[in-house]
């Protein structure tokens, strides 16, 4: 297993983390057996980093693990959990939830704790209700040991966020998709600037670039002369950024565990080659033509007066069209932009039409235009109706 260090606490963290959002499971449930059976056996050949989240598995998430970790495999860990903002309405909810998160963990401390999913509105209002006192308060208690946030909002936040308060570490979306979009290169390469680690999730940006591959991307690949998978190449790339210090990856098959984990042995930071690295641009740029608008992420529209996410609305929109499934998308455009998870709304049935963005936009996309179209393919009312289930599945409610 390959290591890599947190610069603040010298912890050796392995650099393929095990996210437990998306374990195998039996008639709607966690198969306890196999699950447990996979995280041990990820850790017995070195995984180190578990990370889990209140949502997961509409809150059993946490309560399995600290089933699974018992014998002796709590100690071989660092055990990341985190805030769910939603959850928390008053300074005393945080304290709250972190001890009903302790007693589900079955532990006495969290090493790595996060801030879940931050974006504008969440870090302002968390901000008010005196989130940093808290952080200070748990981090002095010993009930964490590091502090950090995961973060889906823009680069600009990103920042503000970062310069707020001595995190640890942080949490972003990262693949070579979405290389100009949230935090992106930009973000991950001020915070390793700053002393911080970085925790990449999505680094398949959802199982896009995994799994089936569009036919254009696998000849790009099978051209290249090496034998990879498609996750295989997207790992291999986020892992070759020096910055990045640990990539999660959502893992319930047997056969991925043991391929991310071969996989991660050597994809040492700026280990691939200029040929390797112009066959992923290509992939990138084949998954690209086939993007519904040209957004690269950059951000120069924003901030939109209605409070548009106009970068986030045509990321969603292009994952539907690169393959995405349309539950899976319509989900997170109802989670992330329609107020699901109580942050504020930024869908793109807020826009007024006024023009401002487009006349910003490098790509010359017409925005407002573009925009109707991602309301009537993601938003609505076929959205709105899933919500309730959605918010089931990520926004589970702090239960004992
Ligand atoms: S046209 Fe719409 S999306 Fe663009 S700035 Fe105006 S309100 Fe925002
Ligand atoms: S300015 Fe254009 S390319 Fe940049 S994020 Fe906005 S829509 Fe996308």
């Known amino acids: 297993m390959q290591y890599r260090h947190v610069p603040k606490n010298g912890d050796q963290l392995s650099a393929l983390g095990f996210g437990a959002m998306r374990l195998p499971t039996r008639r709607g449930k966690i198969d306890e057996e196999r699950a447990t059976a996979q995280i041990r056996g990820a850790i017995d050949r070195g995984v180190n980093y578990i990370d889990t989240a209140v949502p997961y598995h509409g809150g059993e998430s946490e309560r399995f693990l600290g089933r699974a970790l018992q014998d002796g495999y709590r100690e071989r860990v660092k055990l990341a959990t985190k805030l769910p903002p939603w959850s928390v309405k008053t300074r005393e909810d945080m304290d709250r939830v972190l001890d009903i998160q302790l007693r589900k963990l079955r532990t006495d401390r969290i090493d790595y704790y996060l801030l879940h999913s ?94 089936k591959l569009p036919a254009e991307v696998e000849e790009i690949y099978r051209r290249s002369g090496l034998d990879r998978s498609g996750a295989a190449w997207a790992l291999r790339w986020v892992w070759n950024h020096p910055e990045v ?64 996410n106009i970068p986030q609305c045509f990321s969603l929109y292009n994952t539907l069209g690169m393959g995405g499934s349309r539950l899976f998308t319509r989900g997170m455009y109802g989670m992330s932009l329609m107020g ?24 010359g996309i017409a925005i407002p235009d573009e925009l109707k179209k991602v309301g009537r393919t993601l938003g609505g009312l076929q959205t709105k109706m899933i919500l309730p289930l959605a918010r089931m599945m990520f926004s589970a409610e702090v239960k004992e």
């Open 118 to 211: 931050l974006e504008a509105g969440h870090w302002k209002r968390l901000r008010d209700l005196g989130v940093l006192d808290f952080l200070d308060a748990a981090l002095a208690s010993g009930k964490i040991r590091n502090a950090g946030f995961s973060f889906h909002g823009d680069v600009r936040t990103f920042k503000e966020i970062i310069d707020a308060y001595d995190w640890t570490f942080c949490q972003i979306q990262y693949n070579f998709l979405d290389e100009t979009n949230q935090a992106g290169t930009e973000g991950l390469r001020y915070a390793a600037s700053r002393g911080i680690a970085v925790m990449v999730m999505e680094p398949l940006r959802g199982g896009m670039l995994g799994g």
């Open 245 to 308: 210090t640990v990539v999660l990856s959502g893992m319930n098959d047997e056969r991925h565990i043991a391929e991310n984990i071969a996989t991660c042995e050597d994809a040492l930071p700026d280990s691939m080659t200029a040929d390797e690295l112009a066959t992923v641009d290509a992939a990138a740029a084949s998954y690209r033509r086939l993007m519904k608008v040209g957004c690269t992420g950059c951000s120069y529209c924003m901030p939109c007066p209605a409070g548009v």
């Open 340 to 363: 699901g998870m109580a942050g504020e709304r930024a869908d793109a049935s807020l826009c007024r039409d006024c023009g401002k963005c487009a006349k910003v936009c490098p790509q």
